[in-house]
């Protein structure tokens, strides 16, 4: 069965440090979102990805956060000067396109901790 | 907004014991609900979903009735295992359609003690 994948599995980076998430999402996928948890919190909704462009970010998603879609495969999520707030568990998910077919499948997750 | 209160945890039940993990809504449409688990170290897996009034979802001897009158999504499960030891999140959509956010409850954590 076709999964949504995350690499890597946990991250370790020092404040102010630059990090990439990566995900590859299910092949015939369309819609693509990042979702991230902060221990004891709820899962928030970060971005959703249509189309190479964004098409809904919450507040959360300031510009300190970026995403993209290098190639056909892959969606990375980038945090340009990690904070210690952004220590969390980040979700990618995808979706297929249409009306009536708005369930996400989700990765495991990336385990971020900023020190 | 859009917003979703589940119960909180940590549940603990015996094995074959009787789960209900409530779940209610608020939301602006007419939303399709969800229900996802989150094993010991893995991600976010749908469990459930329903997309309009009276619906029920079901798998893995889950279910849940999308309930309009009183905005609940409440899961059942009448015997449940060890294995069913998780977090359970409950969350909406509020656009029958890919490419929109999903709101999430708070999670519910279950242990099931032999």
Not at chain 2, 41 to 64: P, V
Request: net charge negative; charged share 20%.
């Amino acid at each position: 069965e076709p999964e949504v994948t995350q690499t890597p599995s946990h991250q370790v980076t020092q404040m102010g440090q630059e990090v990439i998430l990566r995900c590859v999402p299910i092949s015939n996928h369309l819609y693509f979102y990042w979702y991230r948890q902060i221990l004891g919190q709820k899962v928030e909704f970060l971005v959703s990805f249509y189309n190479n462009e964004i098409s809904e970010k919450s507040e959360i998603f300031d510009d300190q956060f970026s995403v993209e879609r290098p190639d056909g495969s892959n969606f990375t999520l980038k945090i340009r000067s990690t904070k210690l707030e952004d220590s969390a568990m980040y979700f990618c998910a995808s979706s297929d396109g249409g009306l009536y077919q708005e369930t996400q499948y989700f990765g495991p997750g990336t385990r971020l901790l900023v020190l | 907004g859009n917003s979703v209160t589940q119960m909180e945890g940590p549940v603990t039940l015996s094995e074959e014991a009787f789960l209900t993990i409530n779940c209610t809504y608020t939301a602006t449409g007419y939303p399709s609900l969800f229900w996802y688990v989150q094993y010991p170290g893995e991600g976010l897996q749908l469990l459930l979903k329903a997309t309009k009034a009276d619906d029920k979802g079901s798998n893995k001897g889950f279910e849940a009735t999308y309930r309009k009158e009183t905005t609940s999504f409440h899961l059942e499960k009448g015997s449940v295992q060890v294995s069913d030891s998780a977090v359970y999140f409950c969350a909406l959509s509020d656009l029958k359609a890919a490419g929109n956010k999903l709101t999430f409850g708070g999670g519910t954590r279950v242990l099931v003690k032999p």
